[in-house]
Protein backbone atom coordinates (compact mmCIF):
# COMPACT_ATOMS: atom_id res chain seq x y z
CA UNK A 1 0.00 0.00 0.00
CA UNK A 2 1.11 3.47 -0.77
CA UNK A 3 2.62 5.58 1.91
CA UNK A 4 1.20 9.34 1.53
CA UNK A 5 2.74 10.79 4.39
CA UNK A 6 3.89 14.79 3.97
CA UNK A 7 3.24 14.90 0.31
CA UNK A 8 -0.01 16.56 -1.59
CA UNK A 9 -2.68 14.53 -1.23
CA UNK A 10 -4.81 14.02 -4.57
CA UNK A 11 -8.71 15.24 -4.04
CA UNK A 12 -11.72 14.71 -5.93
CA UNK A 13 -13.20 11.64 -7.66
CA UNK A 14 -10.74 11.21 -10.16
CA UNK A 15 -11.03 7.42 -10.13
CA UNK A 16 -14.91 6.85 -10.43
CA UNK A 17 -15.08 4.87 -13.63
CA UNK A 18 -12.47 2.69 -12.04
CA UNK A 19 -13.88 2.27 -8.32
CA UNK A 20 -17.57 1.61 -9.78
CA UNK A 21 -16.14 -1.14 -11.71
CA UNK A 22 -14.74 -2.67 -8.98
CA UNK A 23 -18.01 -2.60 -6.91
CA UNK A 24 -19.65 -4.50 -10.22
CA UNK A 25 -17.10 -7.09 -9.94
CA UNK A 26 -17.25 -7.40 -6.41
CA UNK A 27 -20.92 -8.03 -6.87
CA UNK A 28 -20.05 -10.45 -9.63
CA UNK A 29 -17.63 -12.63 -7.91
CA UNK A 30 -19.43 -12.43 -4.95
CA UNK A 31 -23.32 -12.16 -5.34
CA UNK A 32 -25.98 -9.65 -3.83
CA UNK A 33 -26.56 -12.48 -0.77
CA UNK A 34 -22.51 -12.79 -0.48
CA UNK A 35 -22.35 -9.15 -0.56
CA UNK A 36 -25.22 -8.63 2.36
CA UNK A 37 -23.79 -11.16 4.28
CA UNK A 38 -21.07 -7.90 5.41
CA UNK A 39 -24.41 -6.21 5.99
CA UNK A 40 -22.61 -4.54 9.63
CA UNK A 41 -18.78 -3.20 9.55
CA UNK A 42 -16.66 -3.56 11.57
CA UNK A 43 -17.09 -1.44 15.13
CA UNK A 44 -14.25 0.88 16.01
CA UNK A 45 -14.32 -0.87 19.34
CA UNK A 46 -12.95 -4.12 17.51
CA UNK A 47 -9.85 -2.23 16.09
CA UNK A 48 -9.36 -0.16 18.95
CA UNK A 49 -5.28 0.09 19.48
CA UNK A 50 -4.12 2.66 22.30
CA UNK A 51 -0.59 3.04 23.45
CA UNK A 52 -0.83 1.21 26.29
CA UNK A 53 -1.29 -2.19 24.58
CA UNK A 54 1.97 -4.73 23.69
CA UNK A 55 2.91 -3.46 19.98
CA UNK A 56 2.52 -6.93 18.42
CA UNK A 57 0.10 -8.48 20.43
CA UNK A 58 -2.21 -5.69 20.26
CA UNK A 59 -1.34 -5.74 16.06
CA UNK A 60 -2.48 -9.38 16.26
CA UNK A 61 -5.68 -9.03 18.01
CA UNK A 62 -6.82 -6.16 15.57
CA UNK A 63 -5.48 -8.24 12.55
CA UNK A 64 -7.97 -10.99 14.29
CA UNK A 65 -10.37 -8.95 14.37
CA UNK A 66 -9.96 -8.18 10.91
CA UNK A 67 -9.78 -11.90 9.59
CA UNK A 68 -13.28 -12.56 11.45
CA UNK A 69 -14.89 -9.45 9.69
CA UNK A 70 -13.88 -10.57 6.14
CA UNK A 71 -14.74 -14.04 7.01
CA UNK A 72 -11.51 -15.84 6.52
CA UNK A 73 -11.48 -18.38 9.54
CA UNK A 74 -8.54 -20.44 8.14
CA UNK A 75 -6.02 -17.29 7.39
CA UNK A 76 -3.48 -16.60 10.16
CA UNK A 77 -1.98 -13.26 9.96
CA UNK A 78 1.31 -12.85 11.17
CA UNK A 79 2.36 -9.10 11.66
CA UNK A 80 5.63 -7.08 11.54
CA UNK A 81 6.94 -3.53 11.45
CA UNK A 82 10.10 -3.04 9.79
CA UNK A 83 11.77 0.49 7.82
CA UNK A 84 10.23 0.13 4.69
CA UNK A 85 9.18 2.58 1.72
CA UNK A 86 5.64 1.53 1.46
CA UNK A 87 2.67 1.71 4.38
CA UNK A 88 2.49 -1.91 4.51
CA UNK A 89 2.50 -5.12 2.61
CA UNK A 90 1.32 -8.63 2.33
CA UNK A 91 3.04 -11.82 0.93
CA UNK A 92 0.29 -13.91 -0.90
CA UNK A 93 0.79 -17.67 -0.44
CA UNK A 94 -1.34 -20.66 -0.38
CA UNK A 95 -1.65 -19.79 3.38
CA UNK A 96 -2.29 -20.68 6.13
CA UNK A 97 -0.50 -18.23 7.48
CA UNK A 98 0.02 -14.94 5.81
CA UNK A 99 2.83 -12.43 6.58
CA UNK A 100 2.18 -8.69 6.44
CA UNK A 101 4.89 -6.10 7.56
CA UNK A 102 4.34 -2.54 8.31
CA UNK A 103 6.37 0.48 8.13
CA UNK A 104 8.15 1.62 11.55
CA UNK A 105 5.75 4.95 11.64
CA UNK A 106 2.81 2.57 12.73
CA UNK A 107 5.02 1.90 16.12
CA UNK A 108 3.61 5.08 17.75
CA UNK A 109 0.65 5.72 15.42
CA UNK A 110 -1.56 3.31 16.72
CA UNK A 111 -4.68 4.11 15.65
CA UNK A 112 -3.99 4.02 12.28
CA UNK A 113 -2.38 0.10 12.63
CA UNK A 114 -6.05 -0.60 11.89
CA UNK A 115 -6.20 0.60 8.91
CA UNK A 116 -3.25 -0.76 7.28
CA UNK A 117 -4.17 -4.03 8.00
CA UNK A 118 -7.74 -3.76 6.41
CA UNK A 119 -5.94 -3.02 3.43
CA UNK A 120 -3.51 -5.35 3.54
CA UNK A 121 -6.38 -8.45 4.99
CA UNK A 122 -8.04 -6.85 2.25
CA UNK A 123 -5.80 -8.37 -0.51
CA UNK A 124 -6.08 -11.58 1.08
CA UNK A 125 -9.19 -12.20 0.38
CA UNK A 126 -9.34 -10.78 -3.00
CA UNK A 127 -6.46 -13.64 -3.62
CA UNK A 128 -8.63 -16.62 -2.44
CA UNK A 129 -11.55 -14.99 -3.90
CA UNK A 130 -9.28 -15.06 -7.21
CA UNK A 131 -11.45 -11.43 -8.08
CA UNK A 132 -8.44 -9.59 -9.37
CA UNK A 133 -8.11 -6.62 -12.26
CA UNK A 134 -5.67 -5.70 -15.39
CA UNK A 135 -3.08 -4.02 -13.20
CA UNK A 136 -1.44 -2.72 -10.46
CA UNK A 137 -3.58 0.12 -10.29
CA UNK A 138 -7.00 -1.02 -10.79
CA UNK A 139 -5.90 -3.81 -8.40
CA UNK A 140 -4.99 -1.40 -5.89
CA UNK A 141 -8.43 0.60 -6.47
CA UNK A 142 -10.28 -2.50 -6.35
CA UNK A 143 -8.58 -3.64 -2.91
CA UNK A 144 -9.63 -0.13 -1.31
CA UNK A 145 -12.95 -0.33 -2.68
CA UNK A 146 -13.69 -3.69 -1.47
CA UNK A 147 -12.45 -2.77 1.95
CA UNK A 148 -14.92 -0.29 2.27
CA UNK A 149 -17.97 -1.84 0.63
CA UNK A 150 -17.23 -4.46 2.82
CA UNK A 151 -17.11 -2.71 6.43
CA UNK A 152 -13.52 -2.39 7.03
CA UNK A 153 -12.40 0.43 5.04
CA UNK A 154 -13.75 3.20 6.92
CA UNK A 155 -10.77 2.71 8.87
CA UNK A 156 -9.16 3.93 5.89
CA UNK A 157 -10.60 6.99 5.61
CA UNK A 158 -10.57 8.04 9.05
CA UNK A 159 -6.45 7.83 8.95
CA UNK A 160 -6.83 10.83 6.75
CA UNK A 161 -5.38 13.41 8.09
CA UNK A 162 -4.36 16.99 6.23
CA UNK A 163 -3.45 20.25 7.40
CA UNK A 164 -1.09 23.58 6.53
CA UNK A 165 2.20 21.45 7.66
CA UNK A 166 1.39 18.08 6.78
CA UNK A 167 -0.81 15.38 5.50
CA UNK A 168 -1.32 11.85 5.70
CA UNK A 169 -3.27 9.54 3.61
CA UNK A 170 -3.50 5.81 3.00
CA UNK A 171 -4.54 3.54 0.21
CA UNK A 172 -4.94 4.68 -3.23
CA UNK A 173 -8.58 6.12 -4.05
CA UNK A 174 -8.92 10.19 -2.50
CA UNK A 175 -10.36 11.22 0.30
CA UNK A 176 -13.47 11.92 -1.41
CA UNK A 177 -13.61 8.50 -3.41
CA UNK A 178 -13.51 6.70 -0.05
CA UNK A 179 -16.48 8.63 1.20
CA UNK A 180 -18.43 7.62 -2.07
CA UNK A 181 -17.83 4.25 -1.66
CA UNK A 182 -18.68 4.55 2.02
CA UNK A 183 -21.66 6.45 0.97
CA UNK A 184 -22.77 3.71 -1.11
CA UNK A 185 -22.46 1.05 1.50
CA UNK A 186 -24.36 3.10 3.96
CA UNK A 187 -27.61 3.20 1.72
CA UNK A 188 -27.69 0.02 0.49
CA UNK A 189 -26.88 -1.60 4.44
CA UNK A 190 -28.89 1.19 6.27
CA UNK A 191 -25.84 2.11 8.53
CA UNK A 192 -24.75 5.99 9.76
CA UNK A 193 -20.75 5.80 10.36
CA UNK A 194 -20.97 9.57 10.65
CA UNK A 195 -20.22 8.57 14.93
CA UNK A 196 -17.00 6.76 14.04
CA UNK A 197 -14.76 9.08 13.12
CA UNK A 198 -11.85 10.38 14.61
CA UNK A 199 -10.78 12.67 11.91
CA UNK A 200 -12.55 15.65 10.69
CA UNK A 201 -10.70 15.59 7.73
CA UNK A 202 -11.97 12.20 7.16
CA UNK A 203 -15.74 13.25 8.32
CA UNK A 204 -15.30 16.29 5.88
CA UNK A 205 -14.37 14.15 2.75
CA UNK A 206 -16.61 11.44 3.17
CA UNK A 207 -19.69 14.11 3.58
CA UNK A 208 -18.36 15.34 -0.13
CA UNK A 209 -18.47 11.79 -1.20
CA UNK A 210 -21.91 11.08 0.15
CA UNK A 211 -23.22 14.24 -1.35
CA UNK A 212 -21.48 12.97 -5.13
CA UNK A 213 -23.60 9.22 -4.22
CA UNK A 214 -26.63 10.85 -3.35
CA UNK A 215 -26.32 12.78 -6.77
CA UNK A 216 -25.85 10.07 -8.72
CA UNK A 217 -28.62 7.74 -6.79
CA UNK A 218 -31.28 10.70 -8.25
CA UNK A 219 -30.05 10.17 -11.68
CA UNK A 220 -32.94 9.80 -14.42
CA UNK A 221 -34.70 7.53 -15.50
CA UNK A 222 -35.06 6.51 -11.82
CA UNK A 223 -38.46 8.25 -10.45
CA UNK A 224 -36.39 9.89 -7.73
CA UNK A 225 -34.43 12.21 -10.24
CA UNK A 226 -34.90 16.07 -9.75
CA UNK A 227 -36.99 17.89 -11.68
CA UNK A 228 -34.21 19.45 -13.79
CA UNK A 229 -33.07 16.52 -14.82
CA UNK A 230 -36.12 14.48 -15.85
CA UNK A 231 -36.70 17.75 -17.87
CA UNK A 232 -32.93 16.76 -19.28
CA UNK A 233 -33.74 13.04 -19.71
CA UNK A 234 -37.13 13.98 -22.28
CA UNK A 235 -34.86 16.20 -24.35
CA UNK A 236 -32.71 13.36 -24.52
CA UNK A 237 -35.36 10.85 -24.99
CA UNK A 238 -36.41 13.10 -27.96
CA UNK A 239 -33.80 13.35 -30.00
CA UNK A 240 -32.92 9.29 -29.58
CA UNK A 241 -36.36 8.85 -30.86
CA UNK A 242 -35.89 11.84 -34.05
CA UNK A 243 -31.75 11.92 -34.36
CA UNK A 244 -30.17 8.59 -32.81
CA UNK A 245 -26.70 9.20 -31.76
CA UNK A 246 -23.83 7.95 -29.88
CA UNK A 247 -24.26 8.75 -26.16
CA UNK A 248 -22.09 11.46 -24.79
CA UNK A 249 -18.70 10.32 -22.97
CA UNK A 250 -19.30 9.95 -19.39
CA UNK A 251 -23.50 10.32 -19.73
CA UNK A 252 -25.03 8.74 -17.39
CA UNK A 253 -27.70 6.81 -19.31
CA UNK A 254 -27.83 6.31 -22.88
CA UNK A 255 -30.29 5.45 -25.35
CA UNK A 256 -30.13 2.43 -28.11
CA UNK A 257 -32.69 0.47 -29.84
CA UNK A 258 -32.96 -3.40 -28.46
CA UNK A 259 -33.90 -6.21 -30.65
CA UNK A 260 -37.16 -5.65 -31.21
CA UNK A 261 -36.56 -2.29 -32.29
CA UNK A 262 -38.06 -1.29 -29.64
CA UNK A 263 -35.94 1.86 -28.11
CA UNK A 264 -33.99 1.24 -24.87
CA UNK A 265 -32.67 2.96 -22.15
CA UNK A 266 -29.02 2.00 -19.68
CA UNK A 267 -28.39 3.40 -16.82
CA UNK A 268 -26.17 2.31 -13.83
CA UNK A 269 -27.80 0.83 -10.57
CA UNK A 270 -27.34 2.94 -7.79
CA UNK A 271 -26.61 -0.08 -6.02
CA UNK A 272 -23.91 -2.41 -7.42
CA UNK A 273 -22.92 0.37 -10.82
CA UNK A 274 -23.52 -2.10 -13.39
CA UNK A 275 -25.61 -0.71 -15.95
CA UNK A 276 -29.65 -1.67 -16.62
CA UNK A 277 -31.27 -1.93 -19.36
CA UNK A 278 -34.97 -1.29 -19.52
CA UNK A 279 -37.23 -0.18 -22.56
CA UNK A 280 -39.00 3.55 -22.86
CA UNK A 281 -42.43 2.64 -22.42
CA UNK A 282 -43.33 5.17 -18.91
CA UNK A 283 -43.68 3.88 -15.74
CA UNK A 284 -41.35 0.55 -15.29
CA UNK A 285 -39.99 -1.80 -12.25
CA UNK A 286 -36.65 -3.60 -13.05
CA UNK A 287 -34.71 -5.75 -11.23
CA UNK A 288 -30.97 -5.88 -11.09
CA UNK A 289 -29.90 -8.62 -12.73
CA UNK A 290 -26.87 -8.49 -10.76
CA UNK A 291 -27.00 -7.17 -6.71
CA UNK A 292 -31.39 -7.57 -7.15
CA UNK A 293 -31.96 -4.45 -6.35
CA UNK A 294 -35.48 -2.93 -7.71
CA UNK A 295 -35.65 0.22 -9.65
CA UNK A 296 -38.55 2.63 -10.07
CA UNK A 297 -37.88 3.76 -13.15
CA UNK A 298 -40.05 6.54 -15.55
CA UNK A 299 -38.42 6.07 -18.71
Same mark, same amino acid.
Given at each position: ??D????P????F????A?????????????????? !?? !??S????G??F?????L?L?A?????A????L??????M???????E??????LT???EY???????? +??RRRD?GA?L?H?I?? *?L????G??????R??EIL???V??Y??????L?D?FR??AV?S?????L??????????? +??E??????????????????Y??G???????A???PL????R?G??RY? !???H??R????PP?????Y?F?????G????SF?C??C??R????????VR !???????? *????D?
Amino acid at each position: MPDGVGGPVEHGFVHLRAVRAAIGALYGRMSGDGVR !AY !ATSLPPAGVAFSDADDLHLGAQRVARALVRHLRLPDARMVVGFRAMEHAASVELTAGPEYFIELNDRF +RTRRRDVGAALAHEITH *VLLHRLGLELPGTRDNEILTDTVATYLGAGWLLLDAFREDAVSSQKLGYLTPEEFGYVLAL +RAEAFGEDPSPWFTSPQGYAAYTRGRARAEQDARCPPLTVAGRAGRLRYA !ADRHRARTRPRPPAPGAAYAFGAGADGELRVSFPCPTCCRRVRVPVRGRVR !ARCGLCGT *VLECDT
